[in-house]
């Protein structure tokens, strides 16, 4: 008799679709290979990085970070928070927007129910200190250089690390990963599977991943719109 039973070294995954929501927007498999880190009992490999709400709300990221290019705005943020099926990581200033406002920033998102807030790279370590002081989610620093003084950040209270270096990405996780084995990073994974893995290696715990924009997404579907009514 033929043995149809699933070998014991492969976990069978069972998948449910449905017709409307078959069309999500899924990240890389390759981040699935990360550690992931445990917050508040969940636990998180991969975030998308987006403040389109649609997007968010049809991902299978386990979480969102929520970053732009403009002043925090209340209104952004407790909107992706009430669209956001998984935990999201609200972006709080730092650059710009300093001092009492980020802090004030940072404790609307708490109460709102962010899991985590994040901070530019030039945020001052007094202005980490002081919120730190304020709100009791962890506070994510974004780090861009090699030459960012690690210990002096977790010295003022960060509890976890964003590496956005670019081409230098790996390299900066593989140093903060030798001076502080247990420090919980999160980083970019690139464009290709060659480079999540790369990240992945170097120590990252979780991947954040940028997806194609709605514009793209669209342009697909009208093609095969198109299609259909040649």
């Known amino acids: 008799m033929e043995n149809n039973c699933v070998p014991k070294d492969k976990k069978f995954v069972p998948v449910i679709e449905s017709k409307l929501r078959k069309k999500i927007v899924e990240v890389p498999k390759e981040i699935y290979q990360a550690s992931g880190i445990n917050i508040f009992a969940k636990r998180i490999k991969s975030l998308m990085f987006s403040t389109d709400v649609a997007l968010i709300k049809n991902s299978n990221a386990d979480g969102v970070i929520a970053v732009y290019p403009f002043t925090p705005q209340l209104s952004i ?46 945020t001052p370590n007094a202005l980490i200190m002081e919120m730190k002081k304020r709100i009791d989610i962890p506070i994510v620093i974004t780090v861009v250089s090699e030459k960012e003084d690690i210990a002096a950040r977790i010295k003022a209270g960060v509890s976890i690390f964003n590496v956005s270096g ?65």
């Open 166 to 230: 670019g081409a230098k990405t790996a390299s900066i996780v593989s140093k903060i990963r030798n001076e502080f084995p247990e420090m919980p990073i999160i980083a970019t994974g690139g464009p290709t599977p060659e480079s999540i893995l790369e990240t992945i290696n170097a120590g990252a715990n979780a991947i954040t991943y940028t997806p194609p924009s709605s514009g793209e997404l669209f342009s697909q579907i009208m093609e095969n719109y198109r299609g259909g009514l040649k």
């Open 77 to 122: 943020t407790q909107a992706i928070i009430e669209v956001s099926p998984s935990p999201v990581f609200c972006g709080v200033g730092g650059g710009l927007t300093t001092g009492q406002r980020s802090i004030d920033i940072a404790l609307h998102a708490e109460l709102n129910g962010a899991f985590g807030v994040v901070l530019n790279a030039p």
